[in-house]
C-alpha cells in the first residue's frame, strides 16, 4: 500500500477499536498527528495523551486485529460501491469537522459533493398533513434557483417529501439515514433512494452489515443539524425527532427556521414552540434564506466564498493559523491543531490573540471563526 492508503486504513482501524468515540478519535489525531503515527507510538508516548486509559492502551496491542478487520470493511464497501471516508480524509464534509461529536467515519453512497456551497436541510414529523406536504414542496420550489443541496432524514412525512420535491425539481438530496448505509429504511423509500444515487445520495455513520438500534435514528439526527447552512422544521408535534435535529443545531449556531401552523393542530406545536421560544426564526418564504445565508440566485453564497485577505501583515506565528482559516473560514480547536500541526496549549493561547486582534471570533463548541 502507499502511504495515502496506508493512513486510510489507519484511520478506518482507529474507528473500529472499542472505547473511541468520536471525540477521543479527534483528541488522537490531534495529539499524534496522524492515526498511523498513533498506532506506532511506544506506550509510554500514548499514555500521556489526553483521555488515553490503560484499558485503551490494552486495546491498542491489539493493533493488528482492528488494522485486518478495517481492511475486511475496505473490501466489504467495495463490493457494495461505498465510499469510506474517515475524519482524515479530503473529502470529509469541513461542516461537521468544526463539531466536536461528529462522526470520525461516513460510509457513502452516491454521487455526494458533502462540501458544496450551500446546504439545506428540511425535517418534520413522521405524520405530516396535506399542509406540511404542500409547504415542504413549495419551499422546494421557490429555493430551486439557488440550487441547494437539501438534506433530510428519509423518514415517512416530511423527510420523504423534500427528498421526492428536489428530485421534482434537479436538485441533489442527501439522506442521512439512521440505518446502515447497505439497508434502505424505511424499505418502502428504496425506489426513491436509488434515484437519489445519481446526483445526491446516502450517508451513515453505521457500517455495512451492523445491527440496527432505535437509538441510532436520534443520534443521525446531529449529522443533518452539523451538515446544513439552515435548518428548516415544517411540522412538528411538542416531542420527536424534528425537534430534536432543531436542538442540536441550535446548539451548532446553526441558522433555524419554523413553518407556523395551525394552533390546533397537534403537529405544529413544535414549530410554534421554537418560534415562540426564539430558537427559530418564523419561516414566511424564501427572502428569510436570503437574508440569513447571504444568498443570491446565480452566484455563490458569500459565506462560501474564499475570503480576500492577506497573509503579508501577518506574522509568521499566525501565519499557519490564518492560512488554515482562509482554506475553511470556521474551525474548530482539535482540527486546526492537528493541520497546523501546533499543540492545543500554544494555539489556544495563538487564538485568543487573533480574537483580540478583531481576525477571528470564538463560537459555541471549541469552534472559532475568520471575521471578514
Same mark, same amino acid.
Given at each position: 500500500m502507499n502511504t495515502k492508503n496506508d493512513e486510510h486504513l489507519y484511520s478506518l482501524a482507529l474507528s473500529l477499536i472499542p472505547?473511541?468515540?468520536?471525540?477521543?478519535?479527534?483528541?488522537?489525531?490531534?495529539?499524534?498527528?496522524? =492515526?498511523?503515527? /498513533? /498506532?506506532?507510538?511506544?506506550?509510554?508516548?500514548?499514555?500521556?495523551?489526553?483521555? @488515553?486509559?490503560?484499558?485503551?492502551?490494552?486495546?491498542?496491542?491489539?493493533?493488528?486485529?482492528?488494522?485486518?478487520?478495517?481492511?475486511?470493511?475496505i473490501l466489504q464497501a467495495e463490493k457494495l460501491n461505498v465510499k469510506i471516508l474517515t475524519y482524515a480524509s479530503t473529502e470529509f464534509p469541513k461542516?461537521?469537522?468544526?463539531? #466536536?461529536?461528529?462522526?470520525?467515519?461516513l460510509f457513502v453512497k452516491g454521487n455526494i459533493d458533502l462540501n458544496a456551497n450551500r446546504?439545506?436541510?428540511?425535517?418534520?414529523?413522521?405524520?405530516?398533513?396535506?399542509?406540511?406536504?404542500?409547504?415542504?414542496r413549495k419551499i422546494i420550489e421557490e429555493v430551486a434557483p439557488f440550487q441547494p443541496v437539501i438534506v433530510s432524514g428519509l423518514a415517512y412525512g416530511i423527510d420523504i417529501e423534500a427528498h421526492r420535491a428536489a428530485l421534482q425539481?434537479?436538485?441533489?438530496?442527501?439522506?442521512?439515514?439512521? !440505518?446502515? @448505509?447497505?439497508?434502505?429504511?424505511?424499505?418502502?423509500?428504496?425506489?426513491?433512494?436509488?434515484?437519489?444515487?445519481?446526483?445526491?445520495?446516502? @450517508?451513515?455513520? /453505521?457500517?455495512?452489515?451492523? +445491527?440496527?438500534?432505535?437509538?441510532?435514528?436520534?443520534?443521525?439526527?446531529?449529522? @443533518?443539524?452539523?451538515?446544513? +447552512?439552515?435548518?428548516?422544521?415544517? #411540522?412538528?408535534?411538542?416531542?420527536?425527532?424534528?425537534?430534536?435535529t432543531a436542538e442540536i443545531a441550535f446548539s451548532y449556531n446553526? *441558522?433555524?427556521? =419554523?413553518?407556523?401552523?395551525?394552533?390546533?393542530?397537534?403537529? !405544529? #406545536?413544535?414549530?410554534?414552540?421554537?418560534i415562540k421560544t426564539m430558537k427559530a426564526n418564523i419561516y414566511l418564504g424564501t427572502k428569510d434564506?436570503?437574508?440569513?445565508?447571504?444568498?443570491?440566485?446565480?452566484?455563490? &453564497?458569500?459565506?462560501n466564498q474564499?475570503?480576500?485577505?492577506?497573509? *503579508?501583515?501577518?506574522? &509568521?506565528e499566525h501565519r499557519p493559523i490564518i492560512a488554515a482559516f482562509l482554506e475553511n473560514p470556521e474551525q474548530q480547536i482539535d482540527q486546526l491543531s492537528w493541520i497546523t500541526n501546533i499543540p492545543i496549549s500554544m494555539l489556544a493561547s495563538s487564538l485568543l490573540q487573533l480574537e483580540f486582534m478583531g481576525l477571528?471570533?470564538?463560537?459555541?463548541?471549541k469552534t472559532y471563526k475568520l471575521v471578514k
Open positions: 472505547k473511541i468515540g468520536p471525540s477521543v478519535y479527534k483528541n488522537i489525531i490531534s495529539y499524534s498527528g496522524s =492515526a498511523q503515527n /498513533f /498506532f506506532n507510538l511506544a506506550p509510554g508516548k500514548a499514555a500521556k495523551i489526553p483521555r @488515553i486509559g490503560s484499558k485503551l492502551l490494552e486495546l491498542l496491542r491489539q493493533k493488528n486485529q482492528y488494522l485486518a478487520q478495517a481492511e475486511k470493511l461542516r461537521l469537522k468544526s463539531i #466536536e461529536d461528529s462522526p470520525s467515519v446546504l439545506l436541510g428540511i425535517v418534520g414529523t413522521r405524520n405530516a398533513t396535506d399542509y406540511g406536504k404542500t409547504v415542504t425539481h434537479d436538485l441533489p438530496t442527501v439522506a442521512v439515514m439512521g !440505518s446502515p @448505509i447497505d439497508k434502505i429504511y424505511p424499505y418502502q423509500h428504496k425506489n426513491t433512494a436509488e434515484q437519489m444515487l445519481e446526483t445526491g445520495g446516502l @450517508i451513515s455513520e /453505521f457500517r455495512p452489515g451492523s +445491527d440496527m438500534v432505535p437509538g441510532n435514528f436520534p443520534q443521525r439526527n446531529r449529522i @443533518i443539524a452539523g451538515l446544513s +447552512d439552515a435548518l428548516i422544521v415544517v #411540522e412538528a408535534a411538542k416531542k420527536g425527532g424534528a425537534l430534536i446553526k *441558522e433555524i427556521f =419554523a413553518v407556523p401552523g395551525n394552533l390546533q393542530s397537534p403537529y !405544529s #406545536e413544535g414549530c410554534n414552540q421554537l434564506l436570503e437574508e440569513a445565508l447571504s444568498w443570491s440566485k446565480g452566484s455563490e &453564497d458569500q459565506e474564499p475570503v480576500a485577505f492577506s497573509l *503579508e501583515n501577518i506574522s &509568521d477571528i471570533r470564538s463560537l459555541p463548541g
